[in-house]
């Protein structure tokens, strides 16, 4: 009986290692480079959206030729949801934060909207 409980403790170890390495491996879906098309009611705006993993921590910023081609650093970036990311950034042209989420729309495609009212479409590139 002691050399059973002792192989059952063993086995928990592992398993319990095993589960820990995954999640360690598991990287957010939506690293990398995005092009995303925003539709307003001023017309469609096309950026750059990329995605990094810096120490532990995801980083994001946009470019657009729309927006004068700087990096415009997103904040607030939120990645509980394996599915989704949302952040904000400053949008100097309007003069304020905009927010924005997508959502995972198969490996290489994204959908969502900005200030929750204007579609968002994404395609990795």
Not at 94 to 108: C, E, F, P, S, V
Request: charged share 25%.
């Amino acid at each position: 009986m002691k050399k059973f409980a002792f192989m059952f403790v063993c086995l928990l170890a592992m398993l319990s290692f095993t589960n820990n390495a995954q999640a360690q491996d598991k990287k957010n879906p939506f690293i990398g480079t995005w092009t995303l098309m925003a539709s307003t009611p001023i017309g469609d705006t096309e950026m750059d959206f990329v995605v990094e993993e810096k120490e532990g921590k995801i980083t994001a910023y946009l470019t657009s030729e729309a927006m004068g081609d700087e990096k415009i650093e997103c904040e607030d970036i939120n990645t509980e949801k394996a599915d989704e990311i949302s952040f904000t950034f400053f949008a100097a042209q309007a003069g304020m934060n905009i927010d924005m989420y997508l959502t995972l729309d198969g490996d290489d495609k994204a959908k969502g909207a900005m200030m929750g009212q204007f579609p968002v479409e994404g395609k990795r590139k």
